[in-house]
């Protein structure tokens, strides 16, 4: 209870223009997010991409969030829209059946990252998040400016484009670039821990 009403104050100040709260709602439900969207789509790039997309979809949408639902639950049907918007639109097939929201928070309660979840966990998340930020740090300029206009500003390929005057194939270009390297420097990281699914409750 008291988890929903932090999410109900933070969704109110969003409301009121305060896009750090967005922020915390983002950080608080990646994993969730990303997690439901990798049970539609197993690339790790795309998957990132289409949870991106989500978020920013959230965010457009969040002045009509009235509470009537969980933000969760409502986050929760964007992502699944999301993800098969995607696949229809790159003429995939989505699944047939819907990963419900009882299921996914159940799944969140045996095996999916929490944010209160144990010690080693934090400190797995606590390292992801530096190899990012120092690899991020480490590339050249253009492709700094295009991930972090992306990841962070959450700007779509077109708008990037217009803000680094270049067109938008440069602009893929450099973002692949940039995950790749963010991706090589995660490997072992994510090899040795976060692909050991966690015993089930």
């Known amino acids: 209870m008291a988890d929903n009403e932090l999410d109900q104050e933070l969704v109110r100040r969003v409301q009121r223009g305060d896009s750090t709260a967005f922020d915390a709602l983002v950080r608080k439900y990646q994993h969730r997010i990303t997690g439901l969207i990798g049970r539609y789509i197993p690339d790790w790039s795309e ?3 289409v949870a991106q997309d989500t978020f920013v979809r959230a965010y ?5 969030f009235r509470g ?6 409502w986050l929760h049907r964007i992502a699944v829209n999301t993800a098969k918007n995607h696949l229809v639109a790159q003429n995939r097939r ?3 059946d819907d990963v419900e ?20 966990r934090e400190l797995m998340r606590q390292q992801v998040e530096q190899t990012v930020m120092r690899v991020v740090d480490g590339l050249p300029g253009d492709l700094r400016t295009a991930i972090s206009l992306r990841e962070v500003d959450g700007l779509s390929y077109e708008e990037i484009a217009a803000r680094m005057e270049c067109p938008v194939g440069t602009v893929r270009s450099r973002i692949f670039r940039a995950r790749e390297a963010i991706d090589e420097a995660l490997r072992p990281l994510l090899e040795n821990h976060e692909l050991q699914p966690e015993p089930t409750h």
């Open 68 to 73: 009537d639902a969980q933000f969760y639950t």
């Open 60 to 64: 457009r949408a969040i002045p009509n």
């Open 47 to 49: 998957c990132q991409d």
């Open 101 to 120: 929201v009882g299921d996914a928070e159940q799944f969140d309660n045996g095996v999916r990252l929490r944010d209160n979840d144990t010690p080693e």
């Open 94 to 96: 989505p699944p047939a």
